[in-house]
């Protein structure tokens, strides 16, 4: 595979990937400067996973002989005014970035990359349970409305979060 669009088109997804390390860790240190450990945990955790999903483009492309051109990573968003923005801002960059590899599958498809389309095939199932993960946790905080003993006991649950390396095919 050495079609230019295709190859351009996973660069920009491993930037992309490592933006959304990126701008979860800023929402990681949000919430542990408020103390919210749990809901610094999760971030923590979806940072590693951000990071897993970037090198599973970066060894793609190697793997398949396509160029990697690293370029630079844009600054996230820093500040945030409540626990629910910042779920709110995550679920549309998790929808922002299933659209991205959505595109990448049309590449795919257009230009008869099979190997490509399956390679793809991992991130799309993983796109559907990134935003449910944080569309689940938006809709827990929505139905708080603030309220200081829901906050604490999702902060509990999100603290069980763990992270687990992902094994992506293709990629190893
Ligand atoms: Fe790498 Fe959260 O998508």
């Known amino acids: ?8 088109a996973i660069n920009d997804q491993v930037n992309k990937e ?13 919430f542990s400067s408020m103390n919210l450990d749990g809901f610094a945990n999760y971030f923590r955790v979806q940072v590693q996973e951000e990071r897993d ?8 492309l190697n ?13 996230p968003q820093n500040e945030f ?3 629910q923005e910042v779920f709110e801002l995550a679920l549309k960059h998790e929808q922002f970035i299933t659209n991205s590899i959505y595109e990448l599958m049309n590449i795919s498809r257009e230009i008869k990359d099979h190997t490509t389309e399956i390679f793809l095939q ?7 349970e990134e ?10 905080l929505k139905l708080i409305n603030g309220d200081g003993a829901g906050l604490f006991m999702i902060d509990s649950e999100l603290a069980q979060r763990v992270y687990v390396p992902a094994v992506i095919p293709g990629a190893v």
């Open 122 to 128: 991992w991130y799309i199932t993983e796109q559907v």
């Open 18 to 30: 490592f933006f959304s390390a990126y701008f979860y860790l800023a929402m990681q240190t949000y």
């Open 53 to 60: 999903h970037a090198l599973g483009f970066f060894n793609y």
């Open 131 to 140: 935003e449910e993960n944080m569309g689940r946790v938006l809709n827990k």
């Open 63 to 75: 793997k398949i002989g396509g160029k990697v051109t690293l370029s630079e990573i844009k600054e």
């Open 1 to 8: 595979m050495q079609n230019e669009q295709m190859i351009q």
């Open 81 to 83: 005014s409540s626990p």
